[in-house]
């Protein structure tokens, strides 16, 4: 049974590398390939995006060591204020990384 829509040759329909109208199973086993290829790229970079950069990691060290430093006088307000600001430089730089 011929497609209408398929505009290969005989010779190509019959080798078997036609179009996706000839040769529909050789289609759709590229499009899972394809599919397969891309659930893989994904899963890669949502795990690149669950672990955290070791910039991240050493800047919420510098934050506890703030907390910590300062957890036994009064100067809380100041604590908060130098955690902020370590924060904001963190997602300074990662707006920056992702411009």
């Not at 290969?8 to 397969?36: A, K, N």
């Not at 899963?43 to 690149?48: D, F, G, R, S």
């Amino acid at each position: 049974m011929s497609d209408p829509r398929c505009k290969c040759p005989m010779t190509i329909s019959v080798t078997g590398d036609g179009c996706r109208y000839c040769q529909p199973q050789s289609y759709i086993d590229s499009l899972e390939e394809w599919l397969d290829e891309e659930r893989a790229r994904v899963a890669e970079l949502e795990q690149a995006v669950s672990v955290p950069n070791s910039e991240y990691i050493r800047a919420l060290q510098d934050a506890f060591d703030i907390i910590q430093a300062d957890a036994n006088t009064e100067e809380n307000y100041d604590s908060l204020r130098r955690i902020g600001s370590v924060l904001a430089n963190i997602k300074a730089k990662q707006e920056q990384g992702h411009e």
